[in-house]
């Protein structure tokens, strides 16, 4: 079985801070895990991907995410945030083949000023 | 741009009303998948399509159905709309013949507005 949970329904820092949003998984098989976000009535878009390769990904606008199997974690950070950042961020979790897609509840990251 | 597009954008009908979704995948792509997002549910999976045919079910409810036409489009149909069905439906696909890379690319989405 499969789920994800996302440790943060809120999130706030100040811009110019880092950011970590906090996601950890189970799966009975070797899973990819996905972030994506949401910016206000925009669909998803998707920030990094792992598949088995390199354990720290990179993703788009200065995202990184590093698995940790022995933690069943896969985080989501950036060295400084910036007000653009604001949004909401969805952990996705899939088994290959992509018939068994589980989503985060999502946390929404606010950025101050 | 994803290149999943989805009609219409907006949509607002009355209650007991039927409305159908649209969406056309990616070129190439063969899976598509629905999803609803409330305020109250957050994003939740309804169904997935491969090929045409149903792959996958989420929390979708009997007066939904859906499908996936030989040229891969789909559509959602919402019948004996009740308030609650009011939210942002979306279409998401998927290649699946590349092992292991299952990422979505969703569309904009359907606002639906049931008054």
């Known amino acids: 079985a499969q789920s994800v949970t996302q440790l943060d329904s809120h999130v706030s820092v100040s811009e110019g801070t880092p950011v970590l949003l906090r996601c950890n998984y189970s799966?009975?098989?070797?899973?990819?895990l996905f972030w994506y976000v949401q910016h206000p009535n925009k669909g998803l878009q998707l920030l990094l991907k792992?598949?088995?390769?390199?354990?720290l990904v990179k993703g788009i606008n200065g995202f990184e995410a590093e698995f940790k199997k022995s933690e069943t974690s896969f985080h989501l950070t950036k060295p400084s945030a910036h007000m653009s950042d604001a949004a909401e961020y969805f952990c996705v979790v899939s088994n290959t083949g992509g018939f068994k897609t589980i989503f985060g509840a999502g946390t929404r990251l606010f950025v101050k000023a | 741009d994803s290149g999943v597009t989805q009609t219409p954008k907006h949509l607002i009908t009355a209650t007991g009303q039927r409305v159908t979704l649209r969406c056309s995948p990616r070129s190439g792509d063969l899976s598509v998948y629905w999803y609803q997002q409330s305020l109250d549910q957050g994003l939740q999976f309804l169904i997935q399509?491969?090929?045409?045919?149903?792959?996958a079910k989420g929390n979708i409810l009997e007066r939904f159905s859906a499908q996936q036409f030989p040229d891969l489009h789909s559509e959602l149909n919402l019948s004996s709309l009740e308030l609650g069905d009011s939210a942002l439906y979306f279409c998401a696909s998927s290649d699946r013949s590349r092992r292991g890379y299952n990422e979505q690319f969703f569309g904009p989405g359907t606002r639906l507005t049931v008054l």
């Open positions: 399509y491969y090929n045409g045919e149903e792959r």
């Open positions: 792992y598949t088995s390769a390199a354990t």
């Open positions: 799966s009975s098989y070797s899973p990819s």
